[in-house]
């Protein structure tokens, strides 16, 4: 507790929060959240050493009306620091294991961004931001801790440096719309398409020598039926993963692509919540390895008799690799396939502050390589939260 109140002053210090932050009176929510994961392979051709890496989310919510007389408008910061081993570099999945794991281990301005209310419920943000945080994204999924469950790997795989999510933000806009009382809205975003935030090599991007990610989504919220519809491109084309040009440079090929999300809720009530989820993805695989993939899933809370706070959740996730990327595996001299994981998970309070979640994970084909044996791995998730 003292270590995290330590780093939020911190960030007081540095300008990046109101100096009285901390004062009551004050209208700044602050919280934090440390993760800690145990990641061990039970069967497969990797090692079987357990691997521990680290999370931690700073966050800042600062209404400005009430601090700058800067009326309608409020501020979000969130820092991340991220430490550990790197369980993957063993399991050698294409779409990932632990949605904490990262590449490079360090501390990250992950988001700072300002957004002023229009007024009818409009909105419009701009500063760094999480692409992820309203875009292809849906509650329901939200436990699982594989990282497709977070954002679909044919997106998450664009970019010269990944799009705008974990672990890099990137200068972006984004205005949302309600469309009347019902709940249905539209999304319409404007990044960077070079993911590179404070933290990172060469720190924020300001030149967008690399264009732009455009991405719109419309969507329902609120109901027992919940879902939205998304489309983006990038504004400069990639260079494709095999196909050049006669005098040997590659060639640029467009990447876009578009998703669906659909969340219901089988059984609500305030004893119990059953939802069920699913989710497909589509998109150009000229320059990744993806061109489809969908994850599913149930969720249902609480999950133990006499444990309020206990979920649990059950997922599928699948990607089909590209064309591209199979004649490139072949001409290494592998045999392609297709990449899929089944997980559970369950998650409880055991203290105000302390949450344990065992996982279990189950891969086919991982690498996408036809004919690699299955994995089998087992996590175990700390969470505590202040």
């Known amino acids: 507790m003292i270590a995290v109140r330590s780093a939020l002053a911190a960030l007081a210090l540095a300008g990046l929060l109101p100096a009285n932050a901390f004062a009551q009176d004050r209208p700044v929510e602050l919280a934090a959240e440390i993760t800690v994961d145990a990641v061990g392979q039970v069967a497969g051709a990797g090692g079987r050493a357990v691997r521990a890496l680290t999370n931690i989310d700073l966050t800042a919510d600062i209404d400005l009306g009430a601090i700058a007389a800067w009326q309608g408008a409020k501020a979000h910061i969130y820092v991340l620091d991220n430490r550990g081993a790197r369980p993957n570099d063993s399991i050698g999945t294409i779409q990932g294991v632990d949605n ?65 999510i974990f672990p890099s933000s990137a200068l972006a806009a984004r205005l949302h719309v309600p469309l009347g009382a019902s709940g ?30 455009l991405i719109a989504e419309v969507g329902q919220g609120e109901g027992r039926l919940r879902g939205s519809l998304g489309a983006w491109t990038y504004t400069r084309n990639p260079e494709d993963l095999i196909e050049t040009k006669p005098d040997g440079t590659p060639l640029r090929e467009a990447s876009r692509g578009v998703y669906g999300v659909l969340e219901g809720d089988l059984m609500s009530g305030e ?37 309020p706070d206990s979920q649990v959740s059950l997922g599928v996730h699948h990607a089909w690799t590209g064309n591209h990327y199979r004649d490139l595996m072949r001409a290494q001299g592998e045999e392609p396939g297709d990449e899929s994981t089944v997980e559970l998970t369950l998650s409880d309070r055991i203290l105000p502050w302390l949450a344990l979640q065992p996982d279990v994970q189950w891969i086919h084909n991982p690498g996408a390589y036809r004919n690699a044996p299955d994995a089998l791995l087992a996590i175990l998730r700390t969470t505590i939260s202040f």
């Open 100 to 164: 904490i794991e990262v590449p490079d281990a360090g501390l990250r301005l992950f988001e700072a961004w300002v957004e002023q209310d229009l007024g009818s419920g409009a909105s419009l943000r701009m500063g760094l931001y999480d692409v992820n945080s309203e875009f292809y994204a849906n509650d329901a999924a939200g436990l699982l801790i594989a990282p497709p469950f977070g954002i679909g790997s044919e997106l998450a795989a664009t970019g010269p440096n990944g799009p705008s």
């Open 184 to 213: 249905t809205f539209v999304r319409l975003g404007v990044v960077n398409a070079r993911a590179s935030t404070l933290g990172d090599e060469g720190g924020v991007d300001f030149s967008f020598r690399d264009g732009v990610l």
């Open 271 to 307: 004893s119990r919540t059953l939802t069920a989820f699913l989710r497909v993805g589509l998109s150009e695989s000229h320059a990744t390895p993806f061109r489809a993939g969908f994850q599913a899933g149930l969720y249902m809370a609480p999950a133990l008799p006499g444990r």
